[in-house]
């Protein structure tokens, strides 16, 4: 991107601490740990993590993970499903690999130690928006997540090879002669280290904070994207980012995810008189998939100019709804809300990043020795929108590639390692003010609503490039010091290319509708979209 600096901060390798592994993964969520757990004990593997190792979008998944588990399922179902939601621009080869490995993955976390709800002896399956059977297996009613990761983290460390760091911030990956060699990262604090690996596997999550309203927890800054963007690494599908249709929306409150699982068991969606609006959007009604079901809420603010819908849980067995949500329960309690009565107020917000770096069928990216697996990649898997519960899914299956692939690539290499005498120096800014950090990631996180939303049109996306091209311009030629400003800055790449990635797209297709070009448009956009603009270094 021109106007920036290949690294966030000036360093010299001579003068700083050095750290060696096999095999480093950046990020703790579930692409991450299941690609560690798939490294033979004789490698040494070192995971690091921005925030505590149970922070992670993976952790706050609350529908499930989908797998053809009944009699009654077939994986052509799945498959078709998938296909459907993605709106032509799935890859069918990776839907097909990951849609047949889904049962196997579902076993070996019950293997690892994930407890996830039963019926009568079986596991208990639900279903969820887009499926056309119920194949959601779920932990702890509401918390699939938070089950999973627990499970998978006390499994990765009982093993020895294994060490895991929190509270570390990795602020770019080292590239030597054209090769992913590494990463600087700064732990508890400023102090930067340089850690040297074999293989780097990152798992770093999306990026949903670039939004004001959003179901991701603050670590979603979208920091791999970036930092692989600087590094070489090929970007792909970035105008798609799935917005989930129902989020609590309490003003003044912190924003939180409404399982799409509720829908799934029944819930209806009321608009602020009352009316079942979703009966006349699409005949799968409550159960269309999720940007069908976004735009049809949008539609319905506009409509009544009224700041939400409700979701309507009042004519469903209140006791099945208390025990198969106790999470939701929990929350919508602290408001007031008693959900098996009361209506709860949601409203759409970003939820999913569905583009992300390019990887092939095996995690590998266009940068030698740089795998990736999970949010922070474009696999083909979801299209131009995903299916609800495919996410955890694709990051078991991508993460054990990577890990599988990653291992191999190591074996290759000389047992010897090198700490290469690079060193990087960013020039003083000329403009020596301070930078008010918190103010201008709120403006940026308030523009992208505004103007890179659900529906979206040339003359505000090109409004929003003009601010991101001006706020870039000050903000990605300085050096900071700390977590906020590095966040900043890989905020402001990332929705640059998601704004560019818009813009291009001249078509209406899954999460990405273009009210000045409303039509899907095969004919022209039919294909994948790839980051037009390589990453220029000052």
Known sequence: MSGANRYLVSFDAREMLHRFTDILIIGAGIAGIRAALEIPSDLSVLVVTKDRVTESNSSYAQGGIAGVLSPEDTFENHVEDTLIAGDGLCDRAVVEMVVHEAPHQIDKLIEFGTRFDEENGQLALTREGGHSHRRIVHALGDSTGFEVMRATIAYARSRPNIRIWDETFTIDLLTHEGRCCGAIVARSGPDKLLVWAKQVILASGGCGMVYRETTNPPVATGDGMAAAYRAGAELRDMEFMQFHPTVLYVAGSARYLISEAVR??????????????????????????????????FRTMERTQHPNVYLDLSHLDPQMVVNRFPGINRVCKSFGLDIT?????????????????????????????????????????????????????????????????????????????????????????????????????????????????????????????????????????????????????????????????????????????????????????????VTSEPFVAL
Not at 266 to 291: K, N, Q, S, T
Request: aromatic share 6%.
């Open 264 to 297: 799934g068991e029944g819930a209806y969606l009321r608009d602020v008189h009352g009316e079942r609006f979703m009966l006349r959007e699409d005949p799968r009604a409550e159960l269309a998939p999720r940007d069908v079901v976004a735009r049809a809420i």
């Open 341 to 529: 009565r009361d209506r709860i107020p949601v409203r759409p917000g970003a939820h999913y990043m569905i583009g992300g770096v390019t990887v092939d069928r095996h995690g590998r990216t266009t940068v030698p020795g740089l795998w990736a697996a999970g949010e922070v990649t474009s696999s083909g898997l979801h299209g131009a929108n995903r299916l609800a519960s495919n996410s955890l899914i694709e990051g078991l299956v991508y993460g054990t590639l990577c890990g599988r692939g990653a291992a191999e690539a190591a074996r290759r290499m000389p047992p010897a390692m090198t700490a290469w005498p690079l060193r990087y120096t960013i020039a003083p800014s000329e403009d020596d003010t301070r930078l008010d950090i918190a103010d201008l990631t709120a403006s940026l996180r308030s523009l992208m609503v505004r103007k890179m939303g659900i529906v979206r049109d040339r003359s505000r996306l090109l409004e929003a490039k003009e601010d991101l091209r001006f706020w870039c311009r000050y903000a990605l030629r300085r050096e900071f010091d700390g977590k906020a400003g590095w966040e900043l800055q890989n905020m402001l790449t990332v929705a640059r290319l998601m704004v560019a990635a818009a813009l291009t797209r001249e078509e209406s297709r899954g999460t990405h509708f273009r009210s000045d070009y409303p039509q899907r448009d095969d004919a022209r956009w039919g294909q994948r979209h």
